[in-house]
Each structure stands twice: as C-alpha cells, then as structure tokens.
C-alpha cells in the first residue's frame, strides 16, 4: 500500500514547475534532428529514407528506455534519475559534433534519444506529488505533458542557430543547456512523496513488476498513445522537411509554421488533463479520434485536377489544401492530439497506482515508438510511392483502427456492466465473463479426455498449426529475397546478403527467450493472437521496402531482425500446445503442432517465387522491378508480393485464434515460478540437443537456397528450395509418433548418426579443387539432412515432458501436484530449448559466410557439423539411452 505523505500546495506547484521545465528541455534536445538534419542531409548527401531513419533513431532510444527508467524511477526516485539522465544526455549530444559518417550518425542519435526517456521520469516523478489529490492529477499531469512544447522551441529557435553556428555548433548549444539543467535540477529538487515505499519496491524482481502488463486494457492505451503521441514526435520531425517538400517554403519558415502545430499539441495537453479529470477521458478519447479522423482525411488528399466532360465543353477544377487550410488543419489536429494525450496519462495513476512507473512506461514506450516507426515509414513512402500526402493517409489509418477498437471495447464492458448493475463504469476487457477461460482442466483423467478435453485440445491445436505456420513464413521470407535481390539491382554484397538471411534467426532465437514464458503470463489465446498479429510489421514493411533498388542496407537489417517476431512464436506455440495434452500424446501433439507450423518455410518458399512473378494483386501491390542481368534480363519481378502474401492469412489467423482458442486458468505462472527451469541440469542438456536437430533445421532451411545458386549457378535454386523444409516438417510428427512408441532417447541417438551421414554426403558432392560436384547428389544429401532434423525435432521434443514429469514424481511422488509441476516445467523449458535452438538459424549460414571468407569453401563450416552432431551423439547415449542410464527417457 502506498504510505503518502500529505503535500502543500506549494510543494506540489514546485515540484511540478521543476519537473515539467526540465521535461520541456529534454523533449527540445529530442527533436533536434528535425532541424539540424536538414543540413546534415545536404553535408552527408542522404536519401529521404536514410534522413527519416536519422530523425526516428532518437526515437527509438527514448521509447525503449521508458520501460526502464520507469521501474527504476519507482525505486530509485525521481530526482536522481531524472538528473542523471539529463547529464548523460548532453554528454551524447556533445559527442554528436564529432560524427563524421552515416553510422556515426545513428549511433550519436542513439544516445541523443535518452532525452525521450524523461517523459516517464517526470510523469512517475508528478504523479508522486499529487497521489493524495486524485481530483487534480490529471491537471497537474497535462501541464508537466505540455513540457512537449520543447518540440517548437526547437522548431522556432533552432533554425537560427542552425544559420549562424551551423548544425554542430547548434548541437553544442543545447548540450550545455541541458548539462546546466541537470545540475540545477538535482540541486534544487525535493524528494517525491513516496519515497518511503521505495524498499519495497525494491524487493521486487523485474518481472514482478511488470505483471499488470497482462493487463489487455494496458495495450489498448498504448494504441491510443502510439498515435497521439507516436504520431506528434513524428509530424514535429516531419513537418519541416514536409513543408520544404510541398510548398517549397525555406527553412525557417517551414520551422515556424512546425512550431504551430507543436505548440498547440503540447500546451492544449493542460487543458486535456483538465478535462479529464471534468468530464471524464473516454469522453476526451471520443472526440480526440473523431476530430483526428476529419483531419488526417482532409490532409490525406493530394492535389488533385478533376475534368468533367459535359455536354458542350470540359469543365476543368482543381482541389487541394493550400498553406493556410494546411495550417488551419494542423492546428486542430495538434489540439486534440494534445487532449487525448492528457486523456491517456489519466487513467493510469488511477488503475494502477501501485505500478505508475511500469505500465506508464510502457505505454510511453509504445507511443514513442511510433515516433521512430511512422517518420521512417514517412520517407519510405515518399521514397516507394511518391505521394508526400501518403503521411497523412497511413495516420487516419492509424486513427480509424484506435476508435474502432476504443468503442468495441466500451459496447462489450458497457453491456456487461450495466446488466450486472455496477457503480463504476470501466472498460475492463480481462475482467468481464470470458468463456474461453478453461478453469476446469484435467486431461489425465481419462473420462474428462475423452468426453470434453480432447476435443477441445483439438480445436486448439488445429488453430494453433495454421498461425505458426504463418509465423514461420515470415520468419525465413529473406531466404527467397536474398536470392532475388542481386539481380533486380540491390547493391548488396554476398556477405551482406548471407546477414539478412541469418539476422532474422538471430533476433526470432532472442524473441523465444522472452516468448517461452508468455504463455503462462498472458495466457495462450491472447498471446496466441497478439503475437501472430505482430507479423504485419515485418510484413507490410518489406513490401514497400524492397520496391527500390536504393532502400538503404540499414533499412533492410531492421526488418530482417523484425521478421524474427515469427521465430518467437515458436516458443509460445508449442509450450501453449503442451499444456492441453495428457503426457501419453504430448509427443505426437507437439509433433504435429510443430511439423505442420515448419512447412511454413517451405510454403513461404514454393509460394513466394510464385506470386513474384506476376502481378497476382491486380496492381495495388505497386510497381514491379526489372531483372538486370542474366538470362532473365528484362524480366518483371513483384518482389514485394513474398511479403504482402502473407498479410490477409495473418489477420485471419489472428482473429480466428482470439475468438477460437482457449487459455487454461490452471497454467498460470509467474515469471519467477518458471525460472526454477534454470537450476535444473536437464534443461541445459536438451538445449544442446535441440540445437542440432532443430537448429539445424532452421538453419539449413535459411541457408541452403543462396548456397546452392552460389556452388551451383546453373540451377536455379528457388524452384527446389522449398522441398528441404517440406520434407522436413512432415518429418517431424514422424519423429514424435515414433518417439512415444520406441521412446525417444533411442530415436533421437540414432537420428544423429544418421544427420552425420548426410553431411558427409553433402561435402562429397560439393564442387571442390576445380570440380563441377553433383547437384542433385549434393540435393540428395540435403534432402537426408531435412529428413533427420525433421525426426530429430519431434523425438527431442518427446523427451522433455518425460525427463521432468519423472524428475518431479521422485520428488512429490505420484500426486498431483507432481503432474502439475511437471508440466510447467516441461512447458517453459520446451519454448527455451526452442529459442536456445533457434540461434542455428543464425549460425549455420554465418558459418557458411565465414568458411568461404576464410577458406574459400565451405568444407570447414560442414566438418564442425560433423564434430557437433557426434558430440549430441555420445551425450543422449551416456545420459538417455544407454542400458541404466540415469533419466532413460
């Protein structure tokens, strides 16, 4: 409970004018490169992309860091890390003098963006002083939140700085100031109320704190905030070189019209924390995302000249919004921005008071990454379609989908709280009636299987499949692009392509570890149908990207670590799957679940050379490019349908998992309760194996089609690649069918040697010393290669639930609570050996990169295949398989 000490008035206003000055100076520092990037474009000759990522890359630091500084802003207090954070900062915006590249640029602006980062700070900070005046929070935190107006003393002042001292004298002036602030503030600041409830905070682990993010309600209001929040950084970044752009006004003048949107945007915000706490924020949220519908239309609308052919002559019109109307728009579209920002920040020291600093940080952070997502999108569709009015129609996109969701949501609690006659009206999502919540669940009891569970089970499962299916599509989409991509004219070296083919691996291998203990946080339906949705990103992103021949590498890196949100699934797919099937099919579940998901890659790969060919949108997907080289020079090629492909069939899945699947009360679990998984020797050990089987699975997968056009330039790879994967993922139920029927150390045992065999099949038939090689031998051996990584899957995985459900028996006995823990364990170590695996997607093709860098082959990188199989080999024989083996499994 929060120990509040009563506060004076004065104290109060005093605290609140510190905090929102210091916010004000920081958010200026935030948005610096809204000015100086325009010269920093002219000095480093950069693209409209590679400047919108310039802008967006503070953006990015400083919504990250939000969730951050606000845990440690609840247990450190407000004052210190507020000081701190201003001090390092200008201490980065210095450093910024010195770049003298592109990447030294973005790795300035990286430690630039920290000044977003004080949002939270402050808001923790405010929301301390006035906790025993509810009734005037909301107030006293719109009026800290107009410390936004920062944005324009950057747009209005900055200009004239950047004139007369040029764009790094700029930057040292706003380092000093800020360096001074800092000092002054740590002075002259008071601690926060509060601060006696700091121990306990800090007795808190981190992921502790984090709990009420299982909250639905918390990500609704990140929506809310991405966009008026998320999309005012970026109108403030955008809007000067947007009015350069369109109505050709000079540097200056384009700063002072900015400045009219952001100073309105950032002042309003008091008068929306007032009427919040008057009138109530839904009511705010209502008219904020009306009133911003209205407006992004109107500004959606590029300059249009109609002819209307009448009976005796053509009548010529013409329709755009001129400078002033532009203005006039802005303004009301920054007003109520403003409003619903204020609106947003009301509710959370309200709901969740104990946790301002967690939940505000998140929903901070998701609202200032649209601030770096939706600038870099700017200029990528200037860059691909050509429209500056393109901004404009992706934000009443943006708008449209908040208010939709904002009223689902209040229709379905309205009607739940009125029929319950409730006092207080919420919008509570996770706390009304939900029927897809399983609280009874028992399928080891025999009858309750077979008369309710195992149809259930299999509706679940069955959903389940199609979702990782697609998550597996995305995961491995760059190992088709790479392949296209040299021809159609990208300047991309082969050690750059053979990384965008891997970092998707990477970051999906890094993803599972956090994805592997979701589940039993959020519950399996819910992440099930967030996580799947979050594939639109990479998916919508690539489309537009790989358009032009000049997206800039960097761009690309970004969405190839984005499609690694499909390789994250994987973890919390088949630890949800695990938990709705008796130990006696958990194998053949997991098998199923898990064999069918992989063919997503070879879907993805005999699909995507398909629908690239051909304009199979009807033309909406955009224009094609033009093989340059080659025997297919002058081709048309549709790249970027590999990726829209998949953009209906994820909506699809979303929904049909969230309105079909189910969570089971009795899986649930804190991150503490799973974390046991990391003191038990069995997980370490399975890591290891998993790794060869399904490691090498992915990794081969991700691999093998830019290897063999690189060994075999006369074959075309794409039109065999798919077939690996296929085969494969049928494997894998193969594997865990057998596995429950043999047992699943024995299978897994033979399974490497049989894997040590195929690569040594694989290097006979390569073309080495002057050789041609055998392309359909060195086919073969691959095909040999998939087949026993498909096995060795789903046996590995056959081996887990059996290895933990015993390890607890001999503890507990045969109880209950021994198959309960058993199967928790089992579900946590099941998504992490899969992220640990998933790091092969990663390493096999560097190591195919790096052996012919260092060898000019790649012999090396399959003979430590050999080694590290052999080593899987002797470790399930000494501890499974052989005869008194200590865990026969």
Not at 245 to 266: F, H, N, R
Not at 461 to 468: A, D, V
Request: hydrophobic residues 50%; glycine residues 10%; contains cysteine.
């Amino acid at each position: 409970m929060n120990q509040s000490v009563t506060t004076s008035p004065g104290q109060r206003n005093y605290a609140l004018m510190l905090s929102t000055l210091a916010f004000t100076l920081s958010f200026a520092v935030w948005t610096i490169f809204s000015i100086i990037g325009i010269q920093i474009k002219e000095d480093f000759n950069l693209t409209d992309t590679q400047l919108g990522l310039l802008m967006a890359t503070p953006v990015l630091t400083g919504s990250i860091s939000r969730m951050f500084l606000g845990i440690w802003t609840d247990r450190l207090g407000g004052k210190k890390v507020f000081a701190v954070l201003m001090l390092l900062t200008s201490a980065c915006v210095y450093l910024l003098t010195f770049a003298n590249s592109y990447i030294m640029l973005l790795i300035a602006a990286l430690g630039v963006g920290l000044a977003g980062g004080s949002f939270i700070v402050g808001v923790t900070y405010t929301a301390a002083w006035f906790n025993d005046v509810k009734e005037k929070q909301g107030t006293a935190l719109g009026i800290f939140g107009a410390g936004n107006v920062g944005s324009a003393v950057t747009n209005f002042g900055a200009p004239f700085l950047l004139i007369a001292l040029g764009w790094q004298g700029t930057a040292q002036i706003y380092a000093t100031v800020l360096a001074i602030a800092g000092i002054s503030f740590f002075v002259l600041a008071k601690e926060d109320p509060l601060k006696n409830d700091r121990a306990a905070k800090q007795q808190q682990g981190f992921w502790e704190q984090l709990s009420p993010l299982s909250d639905l309600r918390v990500w609704r209001f990140s929506l809310y905030y991405f966009f008026v929040f998320g999309a005012f950084v970026a109108l403030a970044l955008w809007l000067p070189h947007y009015l350069i752009g369109v109505y050709e006004l000079d540097v200056k003048t384009a700063g002072m019209i900015a400045a009219l949107y952001t100073i309105p945007a950032s002042l309003f915000r008091i008068l929306g924390g007032w009427m919040s706490d008057k009138y109530g924020a839904r009511r705010v949220m209502y008219w904020t995302f009306i009133a911003s519908i209205i407006c992004t239309f109107l500004l959606s609308y590029p300059s249009t000249e109609y002819a209307v052919k009448g009976i005796n002559q053509t009548y010529n019109f013409q329709f755009e919004v001129t400078l002033v109307g532009f203005v006039f728009l802005t303004f009301v579209l920054g007003f109520f921005m403003s409003l619903g920002k204020a609106a947003v920040f009301k509710h959370i020291p309200v709901y969740y008071p104990k946790s301002v600093g967690a939940v505000g940080g998140v929903v901070g952070m998701i609202g200032g990454l649209g601030g770096f997502l939706l600038p870099l999108t700017f200029g990528m569709l200037n860059d691909v379609i050509g429209v500056w009015q393109s901004s404009f129609m992706l934000l009443f996109v943006i708008a449209t989908v908040s208010l939709l969701w904002m009223n689902a949501a209040i229709v379905k609690a309205e009607r739940v709280e009125y029929k319950e006659d409730r006092e207080e009206r919420d919008l509570p999502e996770l706390s009304t009636p939900n029927s897809m919540v399983l609280d009874d669940w028992r399928p080891e009891d025999k009858t309750f299987w077979e008369e309710k569970g195992k149809r259930i089970a299999s509706r679940n499962l069955w959903i389940s499949i199609p979702n990782l299916f697609l998550a597996f599509a995305v995961w491995t989409i760059w190992s088709i692009l790479v392949v296209k991509m040299p021809a159609l004219g990208f300047p991309y070296s082969q050690n750059e392509l053979f990384w965008l083919a891997a970092l998707p691996a990477l970051s999906g291998a890094t993803l599972r570890i956090f994805y592997s203990f979701m589940v039993p946080i959020f519950g399996g339906r819910r992440w099930t149908a967030i996580s799947t949705a979050s594939l639109l990103l990479p998916c919508i992103w690539i489309g537009f990207a790989v358009q032009d021949t000049d997206t800039p590498y960097m761009i690309m890196l970004i969405l190839a670590l984005l499609c690694g949100f499909g390789g994250g699934n994987f973890s919390s797919s088949m630890s949800n799957i695990s938990f709705f099937y008796p130990q006696k099919e958990k194998g053949g579940a997991l098998g199923m679940n898990a064999g069918l998901g992989n063919l997503g890659v070879s879907g993805m790969q005999l699909l995507a050379p398909l629908v690239i060919a051909a304009s199979v949108f009807g033309g909406i997907e955009g224009d094609p490019l033009v093989i340059q080289e080659g025997a297919n020079a002058g081709q048309e090629i549709w790249l970027q349908n590999a990726a829209f492909l998949w953009v209906p069939l994820i909506i699809i899945g979303s929904v049909a998992a969230w309105f079909g699947m189910n969570d089971i009360s009795s899986a649930k679990a804190s991150f503490s309760d799973q974390a046991v998984i990391f003191k038990r020797f069995h997980n370490w050990i399975m890591c290891i194996l998993y790794l060869g089987t399904f490691g090498s699975f992915i990794g081969f997968a991700a691999g093998f089609p830019l290897l063999s056009g690189m060994l075999f330039p006369q074959v075309d790879p794409t039109a065999y690649a798919f077939l690996g994967p296929l085969v494969g993922a049928l494997a894998r139920p193969l594997g865990g069918i057998v596995a429950d029927k043999l047992g699943g150390a024995r299978v897994t045992f033979w399974n490497f040697l049989l894997m040590i065999v195929g690569v040594i099949g694989v290097i006979y038939f390569l073309p080495i010393a002057g050789t041609e090689g055998n392309f359909w031998g060195f086919f073969s051996a691959f095909m040999v290669l998939f087949i026993a990584t498909g096995i060795g899957n789903g046996s590995t995985f056959r081996m887990v639930p059996v290895i933990f459900l015993n390890q607890r028996k001999r503890e507990l006995g045969d109880t209950d609570q021994a198959i309960k823990e058993g199967n928790k364990e089992s579900a946590a170590v099941i998504g992490f050996i899969s992220a640990i695996a998933a790091y092969g997607g990663f390493f096999i093709p560097k190591a195919y990169g790096s052996s012919i860098s260092l060898t000019g082959g790649v012999s090396a990188a399959l003979v430590s295949f050999i080694i590290f199989y052999a080593i899987c080999g002797v470790i399930t024989w000494w501890f499974y398989s052989r005869k008194n083996a200590p865990d026969p499994c």
